[in-house]
């Protein structure tokens, strides 16, 4: 047997010093060793802590979390283990949530800003209401209430305050999932998202979304993944995507098409299923239902070269999905943010009537209903269609008073709807936030605002995990008040309180007080998790356990149709500069700041990107033979120019991405939020074209194409991983990779032999030294 | 009833690699359990950052054949530490319950131990640690937070041991499996990171340590580590392809 | 062939002691200047102890950097005192006497310098009194003796204990000599350094014994504070190129090639300085240079044997290493510049007695050997720490900041500071090792031949 010098040190190591010198002295290594009498401080553990479950909708699709209190300060973050939709687990912006609240850029009082071209200056509460009072009794009729996607109690009560007022209600979310509920409407006749039984699947096919960095909810599906992979018969996942997502790192089989062609891609699967008759004729009656229109433009090599697939790749994809059932299928994210992303998403979803996951394990799981009356199951941003004439009307003139909050809309707009001169022409805008934003810069009202951890609410995860759930949220930490050398931070309010105290009080008086009528209703149902004989003690029950669910109430669905229209890929030509060297933009939610709303914590800006190892700045993912092609090396600042406009971003090469393709986070650029985040990278949002999904109007944020040019100049990325693109520099090491049922042991030897063998590049040496 | 003594426990920490997602959920929750300092812009590009836990993510092949393998990495607690002997001043020892102990208070700074360590999981504090007033609100009361000049890195979050342990003892009961959760094993969603005692043969992590995937970083250095990995699996990888089992 | 003319003793004294009874014009001007930059270091070094390591270059993985290299440079320069000292007298090579004070001032003040760079970059330097005093007895906690860095103090002040000893036995003649020239506190302080030294034979004998006997002890410290040094690395098995046997005898053989160099360089420093042609001699040059060109040729087999170990034991991060070392900006230009420093322009040269003999050639190139032997060092400690274990996720690069160079500038302006300061108040060459030497050289009539007086002068 040849050794290397690796393997002669581990035998050395672990017999020579081990055994020999020590055995012979008959002394066991670990006699010389002192255990030091001394202790480290951690060893004495002081106080007394409470542990609080709640939920953080603003940052989460619903998780459940227990927060660590001590003496009124909370401490830490984490999964709440009797929560049905994360089980204990957490994601890695949890904690990051926690700084908002510590935040020492909360804003501490109301600003009043008294004329357009003012500056803001602190006034009292009492001052507050007046000048908010003002504007609502001019709105009538002439009033929008900008929120994010609230789910739970807090997003009724901004809707239904809207509605007091005769006003709209819009929430907004710049990274639009308004094109998956569609698709899911139309195919399953839902209006929630299903859930994907991913932990009983034997295939899991998914397409655009990053379900296991920052689609969806992660935590759920990162729960369900542990589980698919542990599953005795290993879980098999293919995942179609440009760049490689976590989701793609984590896949057994990457495919990363042109971006925009997933539905081409998901309809070339499905004809290989059924050319090569590997599902039942009633599965394949069923599909041709669903999709109408037939397959007869999506033979395999027509789709394969229109994703840039190799047909062997979309074969096997297929072969398996249909192969090893329970299989599901699912999209979103980028897969729907195209101008045919309503067909793509619908196209995606159909493949699941392929393969009979409809409502079965290890298939698509509907939701069942909200389990309040009032309170909708499922929230979404307004298309972006109706914002561009929402936008339209502002900039006319024709709204008197614009109340935002939650979401930076400034920052979250692309350039095409010019929304800060539209901002301008609203008498009043008011703007609810814990942390300095961009939006701000154009309130005349700014109203500091309690966090998650301060107030009272609920939470109805979306998708839930397939029956009804519903969170609660509690003040876990009193409400800090004024600044003082204590670090107490801000003089703040809740946003739902605010709100009702300016309203009639038709629909409650108080977050706490709506909160707890509520949970009473629900005492009435004699349902689910917790069960009390008063409401009261119900009510304590539901709050200590973070939630109440009930296991028996499922969800059901209903096969739709897939629109017809819109077969053809068609990717966003309007979008092209019109030049043959342009990329296709992949604008990508960062991991640790999502769309943003996260940048001021500087947990969130310095945890690493998993793929990039970057943080606190901007970059810009090429493939790197692409890169070395173009000149472009790590560092070189890169000039991003799409129609609507130019960002600066640093270059990553590197190999995981399509070539053609450039993937650029979301969620820095922002000019204000605090001393962690102002002037930070850019936002790639801004630059994103006025194209939209033909079937929702929503904004096809992926389907913008740039010119890519050097700046010139070059800076270091701040990144975790070293000086070098880190690839092993032997098989193995310092992640060993098995086969199915191969024990580290033979992977190390195969390993070893290939060392050699690459090393020496004597085959046959390796081969007789036995 | 009895409770264990001290030093009947091992702690021990298995990750299964194939189901880490590189989600970094795990160096987040070690950076606020530990008071961890804020590793800033400038920390970053010079390679000072601070982070018990880290996924490394390392590239395999090229496009479309481009893998990315993460692997999280944090002190493998070594039986036969080659941090320890090179300590001039026993600021780091091996204790009684297979946990490699740092004692930043004897701590003198040489950073000798961190040549020592093979997993480069020592980090040295260039700076003193800062907080704006107000984010020292979410500071952890149990852990200390290190001065400059100093070595840190992962105590298994000893302090959580200690409070488990001290609970059960005073209710005069066993700790039970599962009782004890690092930071980073409790947020990890699909759980790759899995902490509990190898003294119990039926502990979770004494039966994931059986698995046929089980192999130690860097063995030919002789560290025995109480962190155990379970390979990634590669499901298209053909298995027993000639050369390698012939071989050997 | 006998290059010196005779000299008589006044012409002697006067030459020798110029330093300590007229002061050259130079000097002031020189300690002026030399005295401001190690006054810019100490602040330097305040700056550093004050505000942290964060202003050096340093980070994560390569956590030693300059102030280590420096260490380890000056050990070696140290090394040359009792080289040259102790294995000359030993062996009675009757070339030594000019040379060796200036040697063993060397290896004093090289140490203090370089026992200030472990304390220096240690991360708190004022907590090091628990590295070397047993200062917890009543809980038990010792300093780990099984640490390297404990080691490392004890062998050097081992060797600092014994090397002043040394350098005072030997100065106790020459003390006398200056108490007997000079008046007011001068002489007093003379007086008390000299203890009484009357040049009585018996004083004479128990001054040669000690300095014999000295010697004796010397030389296993000698190869054991280089090795101990070079156990600092060996012992990190996690270094790539740090974790090699051959370290002690390699790190003995460099010092010494650095370590006599340096006294190369300072000789020719002495004789330009002090006009010391007729006591600093060619033949000087001559003689140490020879040994060198077999100790530098040592040397370059370890430094052969440990890149061929690289690629015989066929190990990735190893080679990454060496590939690093050898091949990769800008590691390439420092490996190229080590290699024609430390030995392929000097050697060659001194393979020729006309360059041996050349004080100029003799002077430049020793220099050059120190920046070779410098960068060795440098090249041993810094690529390995930044291309760690096969982690290729965590390789770093290092570039030492302006507080790591001011720091290191200092250290040599410190050491030539010193020596100048010291100069000031005792003879650089022994004048009675000098008369001594005289005595034996001088030619005796015997019959009507004149001959020298001994046969044992080297040359
Ligand atoms: N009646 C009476 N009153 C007195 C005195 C007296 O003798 N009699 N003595 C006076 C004197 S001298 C003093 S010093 C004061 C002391 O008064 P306090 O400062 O109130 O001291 P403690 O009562 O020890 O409470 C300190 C709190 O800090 C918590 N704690 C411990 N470690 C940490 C940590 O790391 N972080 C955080 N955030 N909290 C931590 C502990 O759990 C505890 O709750 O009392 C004064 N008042
Ligand atoms: S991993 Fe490193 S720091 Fe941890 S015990 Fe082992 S050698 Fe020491
Ligand atoms: S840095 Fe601290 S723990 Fe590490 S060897 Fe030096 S004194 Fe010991
Ligand atoms: S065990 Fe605790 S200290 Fe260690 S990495 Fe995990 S969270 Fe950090
Ligand atoms: S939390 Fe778990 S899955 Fe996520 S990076 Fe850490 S070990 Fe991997």
Redesign the interface.
Known sequence: MKLNRREFLALTGKTAAGAVIFAACGLPERELIVQSPVDLPEDLVRGEDAWYATSMGDFTNGDGVLVRVMQGRAKKIEGNPDHPVNRGKATARYDSALQLLYSPDRIREPMLRYSKAGNLVGITWEQADTRFREALANADGALTVVTNPIRGHLGSVASKFAEQFNGKYMPFDPVEQGVLHGAVKSVFGQDQLPTFDISNAQTVLSFGADWLGTWGSPAQFGVKFGEFREQSDRGYLIHAEPRMSLTAAAADLWLAPIPGTEGDLALGIASVIIDEGLVSPQNVAAFDVAVSGGLNNYGVTDVASRTGISVDRIEMAARRFADHTPAVAFGGGSAGAHTNGSFNLGAIYALNVLVGAIDSAGGVVPNPGSAFGDVSASATGEPFEAWESEIANWRAGNVETVIIRGTDIVHGMPNSVAIREALDQVPNVIVFGAVHDDTMDFADLVLPELTFLETWGTDIPEPGPGYQVVGTQQPVVAPTIKRDESGLISNARGFGDTLLAMSDGSYGSSMERIVSDALSDLHDTGRGSVSASTAKLFTNGVMQRGGWWDTSEKGSSSVGKVMAAKKNAEYSETGSLGTGDDFYLAPFLSNSLLDGRLAASPWAQQTPDPVSSASWSTWAEINSIEAKDLGIREGDVLLIRSNSGEIEVLAYPHPGVRPGVIGIPIGQGHKNGGRYAEERGSNVLSILVDEKDSETGALAWAATRVRVQRAGRRVKVPKFEGNVEARPIEPGVPVLVVGIGETSEEAEKANHYEYQKRFLGKEKEADSNE | MTTAAFGTHNWGMVV????C?????C???C???NNIP????DR??????I?WI???????????D??????P?MCQHC??A?C???????AT????EGMN????????????C???????VR??????PVW?????????????VR?????EKC?FC??RI??VA?GARSAGVEIADGAIQT?CS???????LNFGNFNDPNSKVSKMRDD????T???????DPNVI?L???????????G?????? | MQQRRELDQVYTNRKLLNGQLDTPKWWAPTVSILGVIVLLGLIVIAIMINKGLGVTGLSRPVYWGLFITTFVFWVGISHAGIMISAILRLTQAEWRRPVTRAAELLTVFSLLTALVFPLIHAGRPWRIAYWIMPYDVARGIYPNIRSPLIMDPVAISTYLIGSSLFLYIALLPDLGNLRDRTAGWKNAMYTVLALGWRGNPRQWKMQTVGGILLSALMLPIFVSVHSIVSWDFAIAAAVEGWHSTIFAPYFVIGAVHSGVSAVVTMMALMRWLWKWDDFIRPEHFDALARPLIVVATGWLGFTFLELTFALYGQDAPEIALREMQMFEWPWNLLFIIFFLTAYAIPVPMWLFKRVRTNIALMFWTSILVNIGMWLERFLIIVPGLARRTPFVYTWEAYRPSAVEWTIFIWSFAWVTFLMLLFSKFFPLVPLFEQKESQVFTDDVMIGRAKVPAIVREAD
Request: aromatic residues 12%.
């Open positions: 299964d690699v194939d189901k997602i590189g989600c970094n959920a160096v987040v929750a950076q606020a359990e804020i590793n800033t812009q970053v590009e010079r390679a000072r950052s982070a880290r996924v490394e993510r390392y590239w395999i092949g090229d496009f479309p481009a893998k990315a393998q993460f692997i990495i039986e036969n080659p320890e002997p090179v300590c001039p001043v026993y020892y091996h204790d009684a102990i740092q004692v930043y208070n004897r701590c003198v700074g040489t950073r000798y961190a040549n020592g360590c093979p997993y480069i980090f040295f504090n260039y700076w003193e704006p007033e107000s984010l020292r609100n979410h500071l952890n009361p149990d852990v200390t001065s400059r000049g100093i070595m105590s000893v302090h200690r409070r001290r930071a409790s947020a990890c969603p699909t759980s790759a046929k995937r089980h192999y970083l860097l063995d030919q250095f002789g560290t990995y390979a990634k699996i590669d499901a298209n990888k053909k298995v027993g392809a050369e390698a089992s012939s071989h050997g």
